[in-house]
């Protein structure tokens, strides 16, 4: 009996050895764990923190576009940056050689010789620009419609605040999209440019009371691009419309600065009736992914990001993701 008792303590002890041996390796390899966490997280925040600390780290093209200030630049910095803008274009557009051997080249060159035409005729970006869109409205260039919206455009657009927003919104393209690696893209190919330019444009008629006209160009942006625009819309400095098509946004809707909206998004009302403000409030450095739809008197705020296909109708919190419907992450 004595035996069987002392070998059946033998075996509780060793069976409790075991479980001992067993926390233990189970608590190394969760603080092993968790100080891999803890090297990951300071790695990351440290590489974060130095990329901020050195923003001029972005060298050449990205780094010219990223040293402008999309809100406080002065006028000066602002008439630089459009000057460095045409000067851009103008050597990009010369890079199609007709002498070239490619017959593609030189197809390509034709095609781009109205463009290049209009860039080296003209004598600052806000012409150039002007021109260009005109000749997307209006084909014609002795028609009456072209001569009388060309001086207009030339004339809203050569204002600070207006020119302001035009440049940092090329910066916005250049920095924002990986395949733009010119100024060519945004300013000559690029819908999305076109629709905003204009509507800033329009935006300009409709706060001088010229509602008619604002509203004209809002429908000719609708025809055109397929963008849907509200001339009363308050649009910030640096906002990119990604391939654009089907972006809707309403009246009262607010956006501010360096964002970046993909196509099919929508800043909308709730179709009850109310006066006031009725459309979304969209903060910063936002993005509002493709086919997302923001409904009501609702606030988005700074740095936050709506995921592709989202709906929400309740504020989202300044550097939140939200996704689906209203499920922050």
Known sequence: VVAQADSQVVVFL???FFCVIHDCAVLVFWMMNMFLVIGLVCTATLTAANRLAEPQQLDGFHGWAGNFDFVNSSADEVNQF???ILARLTTELQGTSENSISATKVAAFHMMAPYLDTVTRQKDFPAVLA????RKFFPESESLQYKSFVPEASSVLRQTSVLRAICADVAKAVLADPA???V????VFFKGFHALSTIRIAHDLWERHEKQFALLLQSLVSEKFGVDIHPGATIGNG???DHATSVVIGGTAVIGNDVYILHQVTLGAAGKPTTGQRHPTIGSHVVLGAGSSIIGN???GDRATVGAAAFVNKPVGDGQTVVGTNRIL
């Open 14 to 16: 060793a069976a409790q």
């Open 82 to 84: 459009a000057a460095e």
């Open 131 to 134: 021109e260009l869109l005109g």
């Open 180 to 182: 733009v690696d010119g």
């Open 184 to 187: 060519l893209q945004p300013v």
């Open 239 to 241: 906002v990119m419309l």
């Open 298 to 300: 609702i606030k988005i």
